[in-house]
């Protein structure tokens, strides 16, 4: 059975750090592509991070420098440590395969703010 479980959100200051965790069926584990993604207040849903079975990251330009994604293989779980966040971070963040399959967790809440 598929699984996304995301969790680390919260209200942060700009500026600031926040990690998020996302436990994930261990079958779609070892397989895929992982990635986190995110949808703000209006917005399409859009993937900031990608992490491969062999630890190759990339992210796309508006979160580089500032966002690492990581995953640990005894924990089937997934990271993205977040720092400098801006407001315009604020979103839903999920994490789901790259492609994505058709299911998606609940997501975690951030909200950049002062």
């Known amino acids: 059975q598929v699984q996304f479980v995301e969790s680390g959100g919260g209200l942060v200051q700009p500026g600031g750090s926040l990690r998020l965790s996302c436990a994930v069926s261990?079958?779609?584990?070892?397989?895929?592509?992982m990635a986190w993604y995110r949808q703000a207040p209006g917005k399409q849903r859009e993937a900031v991070a990608f992490?491969?079975?062999?630890?190759?990251?990339s992210y796309v330009d508006s979160v580089k420098g500032r966002f690492t994604i990581s995953r640990d293989t005894a924990k089937n779980t997934v990271y993205l440590q977040m720092n400098s966040l801006i407001p315009e971070d604020t979103a839903v963040y999920y994490c789901?395969?790259?492609?994505?399959?058709?299911?998606w967790g609940k997501g975690t809440l951030v909200t950049v703010s002062s």
């Open positions: 261990r079958t779609i584990f070892e397989i895929y592509v």
């Open positions: 992490i491969t079975s062999g630890d190759r990251t």
């Open positions: 789901n395969t790259s492609p994505e399959i058709n299911y």
